[in-house]
Structures are given as C-alpha cells and as structure tokens.
C-alpha cells in the first residue's frame, strides 16, 4: 500500500541555518507529493506540491524535488526563520485508485531559535 | 471566501455524552474529509465525502462514530457514546476536483475535544 515516512522531529535550528526535513513514499502508482505546514493552533495549509518525476515544488524559500529513482521529497530551505517554526507533514495522493485521499507521513516539528 | 469553518473551536464533555462536530466546507468544494489528530496517532483520515455521498468511511474508529453532510455546505461528525480516547482534535477539510487534476486540501482550524 501507500505510505510515507519522516524523519523523526524535533528539529532544532537557530536563525538562519540550513534546513532539510527528510520523506521518502512508497506508492503502487504514480503519486502527487506535497508539503503541508501547520503552525500552533491552526489546521494544515499547503506549502508546495510536485506531481511528476523530477518537478520541483517551491514556496516561501522553501523547495523540494520529486526524485523517483530514490522515491525521496525532502524538504530545504536555505535560511530558516523563527517565524518557520511550525511542524511539517509529507504528503502523497495517487489517481490511480482514483482517490483525492491524502496519504500523510507523522509530521516533523521544526523549532527555529532567535 | 472565509474558508472552512468549523464549529465549536473547543468542546468539554464527559465520557458517555453525545458530541457533533460541525464544518461547512469552502463553497463550491465537491469533496470533503475528516481528520483526526493526536500524539499519539499522528493525523488519521475518518471518512470523506464526494458531491455529498460518503465514499471512504474505513478510517471511523468505531460505530461510536458517524458522519453525514446532508447537503453542500455542511457536515457533521458525531461521537456517541463519547470515552477519553476520543479526546483529539478533529479537521475538517475541502477540496475541489477538475477531471484527473489534483487540488489542495484546504483545512479548517480543527475543533479540540476534550472527554472527561
């Protein structure tokens, strides 16, 4: 089945480093993968999405590639912000049972020290 | 357009009560899923709704749990009898659909329940 995996959190950065938030997927066929963002309180929003090999998905400095060949989505940002903390969900949908459900990794909380 | 609402924002109760959730999706939006979230689980898909229809409900824990959307613009998830590991908080969410394209959810603020 369908699956996605994150690495384990928290991630703990001061201001201005170098981000990287691993997600690998397992999928039967040929998934969409995206980022979502969920700061304290609120519900989930989209951050970027890729829906084919190789696609680049990009968002407020944020980016990630959709690598096939090593089923990988890893999230980078090249200088975090204390206004990034908030926790981060990997996220896959395949069409090809012809769902729009989400398949949604465990999230990974991401704290950006001043 | 105000998003997804939903409604309360946080709800106390005690075990054995009956508790409905209630969320009115973006306007417009054909489909429509509950979520569930807690620590321990992580963000768990209930049950979604295609053009009012339910189409998945494999992710509802128990028969303690139901959901409708009686029409387009309002659903609600309903616990009954309520236990504490209900406690969570629960979203709801929305998207619409052109052919094979795929289209952001769009979440809602989550209602925080609580069961004494």
């Known amino acids: 089945g369908n699956s996605v995996t994150q690495m384990e959190g928290p991630v703990t950065l001061s201001e201005e480093a170098f981000l990287t938030i691993n997600c690998t997927y397992t999928a039967t066929g040929y998934p969409s993968l995206f980022w979502y963002v969920q700061y304290p309180g609120e519900g989930l929003q989209l951050l970027l999405k890729a829906t084919k090999a190789d696609d680049k998905g990009s968002n407020k400095g944020f980016e990630a590639t959709y690598r096939k060949e090593t089923t990988s989505f890893h999230l980078e940002k090249g200088s975090v912000q204390v206004s990034d903390s908030a926790v981060y969900f990997c996220?896959?949908?395949?069409?090809?049972?012809?769902?729009?459900?989400?398949?949604f990794g465990s999230g990974t909380r991401l704290l950006v020290r001043p | 357009d105000a998003g997804v609402i939903q409604s309360p924002r946080h709800e106390v109760t005690e075990m054995g009560q009956e508790v409905t959730l209630r969320c009115k999706p973006i306007?417009?939006?054909?489909?429509l899923f509950w979520y569930r979230q807690t620590m321990m689980r992580g963000l768990e898909l209930l049950i979604y709704?295609?053009?009012?229809?339910?189409?998945?409900d494999s992710g509802m824990p128990e028969d303690r749990f139901s959901a409708k959307m009686p029409n387009a613009s309002f659903s609600t998830l309903k616990i009954q009898p309520s236990e504490p590991r209900d406690s969570a908080v629960y979203f709801c969410a929305s998207s619409f659909h052109s052919g094979s394209s795929y289209n952001e959810q769009f979440f809602g603020p989550g209602t925080r329940l609580t069961v004494l």
């Open positions: 306007s417009g939006h054909d489909y």
């Open positions: 996220a896959l949908s395949d069409l090809l049972d012809s769902s729009y459900k989400l398949i």
């Open positions: 709704f295609n053009n009012n229809v339910p189409i998945d």
